[in-house]
């Protein structure tokens, strides 16, 4: 399984844009890139997940560059209640032993 | 839809006691998968399962059992409870494959659980 590497905590001001960046030298050609958010107290929530290229939802964007070793993930005009541990996996649940593995997480602090 | 429900909410338990956490989803999945997350951790897999019958183990699988009769239940069994398992335990559960390789896990709310 391709390990990540993100930084450990984040600060930012409510409406500013917020990017996340997960390295992953190691990935491999069936992997994907998946982002979850966790408040706390509860479970991580899926926010967003890509192969290459650009994804965007209404929540996020995920920018992964040509070469696949590293992703970022923008929160668009963060508020308060975006303060939340984010986390970036990479794997392919078909493959590899089916393991679905989180890292540490960045953890982000949204200020007013 | 319920989506996943984990029970109890919370647990506490003496050293060498065993228990059940249960878990269930509604959503036919395929996999499901039990995490613990100790405080200002990450998750960390337990054992998983990509169908009835099948399980595999985790990152941290001693000291837990599992088993997986049916698509909808998979209960996380402790053997015989000790300190260290204080932690609070997640449940997820997704679809496998379909042309994609990592579905998008929904997790339950978790049983915090304390041995004392």
């Known amino acids: 399984l391709a390990k990540t590497t993100q930084p450990i905590s984040m600060d930012s001001y409510e409406g500013q844009e917020v990017n996340i960046t997960c390295s992953h030298n190691n990935i491999a050609t069936n992997d994907y890139i998946t982002w979850y958010q966790q408040f706390p107290s509860q479970g991580p929530r899926f926010i967003i997940q890509?192969?290459?290229t650009k994804v965007t939802n209404e929540v996020a964007s995920l920018f992964i560059p040509a070469d696949r070793k590293s992703s970022t993930l923008s929160l668009p005009r963060v508020s308060l209640s975006d303060t939340a541990v984010y986390y970036c996996?990479?794997?392919?649940?078909?493959?590899?032993?089916?393991?679905?593995?989180f890292g540490g997480g960045t953890r982000l602090m949204v200020k007013p | 839809n319920a989506g996943v429900t984990q029970t109890p909410k919370f647990q506490v338990l003496k050293t060498g006691q065993s228990m059940t956490l249960q878990c269930a989803q509604d959503m036919n999945h395929e996999y499901m998968s039990w995490y613990r997350q100790d405080p200002g951790m990450g998750l960390r897999l337990i054992h998983y399962?990509?169908?009835?019958?099948?399980?595999d183990q985790g990152e941290v699988p001693n000291g837990y059992n599992v088993s997986r009769s049916t698509t909808e239940d998979f209960p996380l069994r402790l053997l015989s409870a000790a300190p260290s398992q204080t932690s609070v335990y997640f449940c997820?559960?997704?679809?496998?494959?379909?042309?994609?390789?990592?579905?998008?896990?929904?997790f339950g709310q978790g049983t915090r659980l304390t041995v004392v």
């Open positions: 997820a559960s997704s679809y496998l494959g379909r042309g994609r390789a990592n579905t998008e896990a929904f």
């Open positions: 399962s990509v169908g009835a019958g099948i399980t």
């Open positions: 996996l990479v794997g392919d649940q078909r493959n590899a032993g089916n393991m679905l593995t």
């Open positions: 890509g192969y290459k």
